[in-house]
């Protein structure tokens, strides 16, 4: 009896120990299936989230590689050719959509690049200018071009002072407005301002009042040496620092109360200096030629760093690239300036 009692203890315990473990194991059971779909699904969400923002994080980019064959194709990616009269160069002279050309590269033949040509007859005869010009929707980040600077006239008498740029600017809302933003790279190969030989400037400003009024805020380095041939031209803008760069060297740095304020546009512009020009008739033109061009919003990009992207992006074939939002509402490009 002794023995059979404690037989029926032992089975008693170990029917109840059974039954303990059924129930933990489905209520295991239980939480793992309640679970685990909620944990999976919390996962995809995040990383359905990481990779939009992954893709959201990439910094903006323009490149053109300018292969067009025509203005059409030009003016469909943002582009404006000027023909609005106005200020700068020779009073009077007219602003022409001829004076912009594509041309097969001789040295690469499946690339093309945009050429500018400007002409004139002399003073007080007929002049035609050329600028182009992007959308107004560009702050700081980095610039840069390869372009082409020319010393002399395709035909014609030498040694009238002419001007050759890539820029950023926006519109002077009033005399001396404390908003106004503008970044030059100006190349005059026969002088100007003040100086007789071929110059390049790298000029940023603060404002200015026009003529009749003319006064003027800017800060400005240049050099006093031929720069005709090909040049990556480089402007970073950030950290409250403008950089210039050309061909890799950083050529000026400006600050303060000099550093951008308000969106611009790129542009690129061939123009002759008012009064600049040698007092001989006869017609001549002149040429400033464009590769490329690019732009990464927010990034103060290094000349390696531009030159390793415009590298990949041509090597992949891209032609054009333009990821940088306009603004809302989108700001008018009057291109008139």
Request: hydrophobic share 35%; glycine share 6%.
């Amino acid at each position: 009896m002794k023995i059979h009692k404690y037989f029926r203890i032992s089975a008693l315990s170990i029917t109840l120990l059974f039954l303990l473990m059924a129930v933990i194991l489905a209520i295991g059971s239980s939480a793992k299936q309640t679970t685990s779909p909620a944990v999976a699904s919390n996962y995809r969400e995040v990383t359905s989230t990481t990779t939009t923002e992954s893709v959201k994080s990439k910094p903006a980019v323009l490149f053109d590689d300018f292969s067009y064959t025509n203005q059409k194709e030009l003016k469909k990616h943002g582009w404006i050719v000027r023909t609005a009269a106005g200020w700068p160069g020779v009073p009077g002279a007219s602003w022409s959509e001829h004076g912009v050309s594509f041309l097969k590269d001789p040295n690469e033949a499946r690339s093309r690049f945009l050429r500018m040509t400007s002409s004139t007859d002399g003073p007080n005869a007929k002049t035609t200018q050329t600028q182009i010009c992007h959308q107004r929707k560009y702050l700081e980040g980095t610039y840069a071009a390869r372009v082409r600077f020319t010393d002399s006239p395709v035909s014609g008498p030498a040694g009238d002072q002419v001007v050759q740029s890539f820029y950023t600017i926006s519109p002077l809302k009033a005399p001396m407005d404390l908003d106004y933003s503008e970044l030059d790279f100006e190349y005059l190969p026969n002088g100007g301002w003040g100086i007789a030989g071929p110059t390049l400037y790298a000029t940023t400003w603060e404002t200015f009042s026009p003529e009749p009024n003319w006064k003027k805020d800017n800060v400005y380095q240049h050099v006093i040496a031929s720069q005709a041939g090909w040049h990556t031209l480089i402007t970073q803008v950030a950290g409250g620092k403008v950089r210039y760069f050309v061909d890799g060297k950083m050529f000026a740095e400006h600050g303060g109360d000099y550093f951008p304020e308000d969106t611009m546009s790129i542009n690129f512009n061939l123009w002759f200096i008012k009064d600049g020009m040698v007092n001989v008739s006869g017609a001549r033109q002149y040429q400033e030629d464009i590769d490329w061009v690019f732009y990464e919003a927010k990034s103060a990009l290094t000349p390696e760093e531009v030159e390793k992207q415009v590298t990949v992006l041509r090597r992949n074939s891209v032609k054009f690239r333009d990821t940088v939002p306009a603004k809302v509402p989108a700001l008018t490009s009057p291109c008139n300036f």
